[in-house]
């Protein structure tokens, strides 16, 4: 059983950042890979990032450069940092044991003015 929690979505104004975070506990080690995905209404849900137990990391093309993902295995937690967000980064963004159906709840990101 594995359980994970996200923190940190919220309301923000074009242009700004958000630093979601994904404590996980349970029945997962260290060399677990994890993944941030989004899904906004009406659309499928989408990968955004996800890093590996050596911390490499990797993103579509559409992400690169505005997001980063790192973990803290000390503390069990995932982070995706997001920087300049625009409107269409608007979704739940939900932490994922990559390659698994284990997921969180998601936290509401929304970008406005």
């Known amino acids: 059983q594995v359980q994970l929690v996200e923190s940190g979505g919220g309301l923000v104004q074009p242009g700004g950042s958000l630093r979601l975070s994904c404590l996980y506990s349970g029945n997962v080690e260290s060399v677990t890979p994890f993944a941030w995905y989004r899904q906004a209404p009406g659309r499928q849900r989408e990968l955004v990032a996800r890093?590996?137990?050596?911390?490499?990391?990797e993103y579509p093309s559409s992400m690169r450069g505005r997001f980063d993902i790192s973990r803290d295995d000390d503390t069990n937690t995932i982070y995706l940092q997001m920087n300049n967000l625009e409107a269409a980064d608007t979704a739940v963004y939900y932490c994922?044991?990559?390659?698994?159906?284990?997921w969180g709840q998601g936290t509401q990101v929304t970008v406005s003015s």
């Open positions: 890093i590996s137990s050596a911390r490499t990391t």
């Open positions: 994922n044991v990559h390659g698994t159906t284990w």
